[in-house]
Structure formats: structure tokens, C-alpha cells
């Protein structure tokens, strides 16, 4: 990793801006006069007395499959509808562009509601089926435009090159447009993960247990509205930034030729 | 093969490229016969065709009206296009390598795919061919990590890796530092003394002079003189070329 050089004036405003925010949260954390009591909350992590997990952990285990099955499918979909948007017949591409502007331009919480009740009625969906087929096609759809983007800006210089030496079309699409698209696509789609992670806590709406849902159980419970969700902020926040990290060693695998020697 | 089948053969060639607002008539009435072994230069000022005229003989471009042959066979359907771009490779102006792979990848990847060899096969052969164009040495560089005609060579190796009967160059050292071409026109120079049949589109008139036997002067789209290599640079017939030469000493060109 190469550090770059700021100016100075740039650690001076960040300085200013932390001690803006720590100043505003000391004053309302006063003004508020609260009792604070994260302790408390040691038995929603962990049951002591029967030595199981306690709400929280059961919901972070609901957040991790619902979302990890959710990006899995989504971009399942979201790389055929792009390949369809790319390079589909004019049919195909209709439907994919009707797809893709449905789940774009509407909230997730309707689609949920709508699929939950309309669509999971007919087809006798539970409520996780029903909520990870919401967030597979509601994130499928912006990878969809992802990749058609990011094929559509690929330079076709490589491409044309791949062709004149007479390799396959299949052959090209695996070992040269692939390879490159997908190391353009990666910073978007890590964002396009973290969304996900964090819209998973919608499907609390139709009753399925993850981290919201836990939490919102916990302050029912405890009365410790505060505390538990900034516990659980604080758990998104890991989640993501691990996913993100995960993300960013998985493009430097995939750019070995961009970094600096 | 027949000795007298030509090795490349244009027949009434057009190519007409359409967009919203106008229709452009990129090649029209295109003839050119080349015989095996030949080296022919396309020249002419930019966007005259000699480029996209290139790029069909390897079915990088479809063409709207007209024939095209390499060694007797026509280009009619996606298939046989596949089948004859394996009989002719490519030099880009800008190179083209794929950026993702080092310089030895570069050269293994079409033979390791297309033909029925070992992995440790394709490289071994791309590790000689890189040794022929002096780049031993840069083997595992990625081409960021190159200079213009270093990176151009290596697309030479991989053009010659795939073992192509014909060898189409676009413009070779157009992208190039001046002090960068020779190198790159060296090494084309003993590839064609080395037997090979080579369409070039170049600017270069001493490279076209030294290496081609024949050459063929595009503008507007058209074949507007073709003849011999010296005969038509010394003693250009229509005014269009006679002019086109002038421009050309009057720059710094060659």
C-alpha cells in the first residue's frame, strides 16, 4: 500500500470535524440525562443459565443466511439480466429492462408486502422464501445495470484481439471480457453487497428472525431501546466492514497487474 | 493447395457502416488478389478505408456487399469465419494485449486454448517466441509494465503463436515514440523475409519500400492505384496519390 500525501489543512478539518461530532454526542447524551446500561444486554448475547444464545445471536444468524443466500441468487440474476440488457434479442431485452425498472424504481418494502401476501399465498412460499426471493430480485436488478454498465464501458481492443486469434466467443467471454469486467465490477458490487446486508433488515416486516427483528424483541423486553440498537449498529457495522474488506483483497487478487511493483 | 490459388482475395468489396443521421460508405467496389508469400502495404490518409479493409479479411468486420477468399475458401457463415480467422492473426495499432496477463500468458493463451497441447506445451512455445522478439527478460511482466515497442513485440509473439498463414498489421508503429519503431519494424522485416504473406496498413513509406512488393493506395473508401512497390511510389499515376505523397514529405514521415 502506497500512502498518499494530503495537506495539512486536510488532517485540520478532519480534527475539527471529529471534535464537532464527539461535542454534539457529549452535550445530547447529557441534555438526555440516561442511565446507560450495556450490561444489561449480556443475556441477549449469550443465556448463562442454559448456556445457549440469546436473541442477538440468533438474529446475526438469521441476517448472515438470509443476506449470504440473497447476494448468492441476487447475483445470479443480476449477472444474466445484465448479460441479457447487454446483449439479449430485442425480447428478452424488453423483459429484462421490465424486470430491472419494477424492483429499481419501487420500495422494498412493498415489494416485500406484495410478495409476502400476493405472490407467497399462490405458491405457498414461507416468509424466508418469500423475503430472500425479494432481496435476490431486488438486488439482481441493480447488478443487472452494474454489469451491463460495466460491460457496455469494457475497451473492446482485448476483445477484437481474442477474436483475431481465432478463439471462441465462449472462449473470449471466459478468459478475456470475464476476468476484466469483473475487476471493474467489484467496488460496485461490494457497495451493491453492503446495501443488501443492511436492506435485510426489512424483511423484519413479514416476520422473519434476523438482527432487526431480534432487536426489536430485545427492547420489548428490556426496555433498553438505546443500548440495543447501538449494539446492533455496531454489529452491521463489523459485518459490512468485513465484507468490504474481503471485497477490496478480492479485486487486489484479481488487478495483480495494477499494483505498483 | 493450388499455386496459383491466391492467398487472400477481395472481390467487389463493400462495406457501408449505417448510424441515425448518415450512411457512410466506408469501402466501395474493393478488388485486391495476393499471392502466398506476398507483402502488400495499404496506404492512404486517414479514414480512406485501409483499416476496416483490413479488419474484414479476418472477419473483424462484415461486409455489406461482395466476396471475400483466403486461400480459395469464402467467408460465407459465422462458422467458416471462425474456421478462417484461424489461418490469419493480427497486429493492432494500440497493442491490444490483454491487460491482465503477463507477457508469457499473452502469447499462450490462444494455443493453449485452440490447440490440442499441454499447458506447460503453450508455454514453453510462447517462452521461445518471446525470446525471438528479445523479451526474455520481460516474460512475466504485466504490459502496463512495458514500453510502447516492447508491448508491440510481444503482440507479434502471440500473433505468431497461433502459427497464422497470414499476418494482418493495422498501423504497427503508429502508437509509437519515434525512437521506438525501429525495433518493431526490424522485427516485421524478418518475419517477412521469413516467408510470410503480410497485409500492413502503415504510414511508413520506407518500411513499405523495404519489406512489400506491392502496394495499394486507398482514398474514400476506394482502391484509387495499385501496382508494384516502387513504381507506385516513385511514379504515381493519379493525382489523388501524387498529392498524398507530397503531404507525406512534407511532414517528418518517412
Known sequence: ????????????????????????????????????????????????????????????????????????????????????????????????????????????????????????????????QAGIATLSLFCGAYIAELVRGTLLNLEKGPQDAALSLGLTRLQIARHVTAPLALRRLMPSLVGQYVSLVKD?????????????????????????????????????????????????????????????? | MNHHTPAIELIDVHKIFHSKTTTTHALADVHLQMKEGEVACLIGPSGSGKSTCLRTINGLETITRGAIKLFGTPYSSASTAHALRRDTAMIFQRFELFPHLTALENVALAPRLREPISKA????????????????????????????????????????????????????????????????????KAIAKGGMTMVVVTHEMRFARQVSQTCHFFDGGRVVESGATQTLLDRPQTPRLQAFLSSLQGTHRR
Not at chain 1, 422473519?208 to 433498553?224: D, G, Y
Open chain 1, 1 to 128: 500500500m502506497h500512502e498518499q500525501k494530503r495537506s495539512p489543512l486536510w488532517s485540520i478539518a478532519t480534527s475539527v470535524l471529529i471534535a464537532l461530532i464527539v461535542f454534539s454526542l457529549w452535550r445530547g447524551f447529557h441534555t438526555l440525562d440516561y442511565q446507560w446500561d450495556f450490561l444489561s444486554l449480556r443475556e441477549y448475547i449469550w443465556v448463562s443459565e442454559s448456556g445457549t444464545p440469546g436473541l442477538l445471536l440468533h438474529g446475526l444468524w438469521g441476517t448472515l443466511w438470509v443476506s449470504a443466500l440473497s447476494i448468492v441468487v441476487g447475483s445470479v440474476i443480476g449477472v444474466a439480466a445484465g448479460l441479457v440488457l447487454y446483449a439479449g434479442n430485442s425480447f428478452a431485452q424488453n423483459f429484462a429492462r421490465f424486470f430491472v425498472e419494477i424492483f429499481r424504481n419501487t420500495p422494498v418494502l412493498v415489494q416485500l408486502y406484495v410478495m409476502y401476501f400476493v405472490v407467497a399465498s399462490a405458491f405457498q412460499l414461507s416468509a424466508e
Open chain 1, 200 to 261: 435485510s433488515s426489512l424483511v423484519s416486516v413479514i416476520s422473519i428472525v434476523e438482527l432487526t427483528k431480534s432487536a426489536s424483541n430485545m427492547v420489548a423486553i428490556s426496555f433498553r431501546s438505546f443500548e440495543v440498537w447501538f449494539l446492533v449498529a455496531v454489529v452491521y457495522f463489523v459485518l459490512n466492514f468485513i465484507l468490504s474488506r474481503c471485497g477490496r483483497w478480492i479485486e487486489q487478487r484479481m488487478s495483480a497487474d495494477l499494483q505498483p511493483a
Open chain 2, 121 to 188: 506445451d503453450a508455454l514453453e512455445r510462447a517462452s521461445e517466441l518471446l525470446s525471438s522478439v528479445g523479451l526474455s527478460a520481460h516474460r512475466d511482466k504485466f504490459p502496463r509494465m512495458l514500453s510502447g515497442g516492447q508491448q508491440q513485440r510481444v503482440a507479434i509473439a502471440r500473433a505468431l503463436a497461433v502459427r497464422p498463414r497470414i499476418l494482418l498489421c493495422d498501423e504497427p508503429t503508429s502508437a509509437l515514440d519515434p525512437e521506438l519503431v525501429d525495433e518493431v519494424l526490424e522485427l516485421l
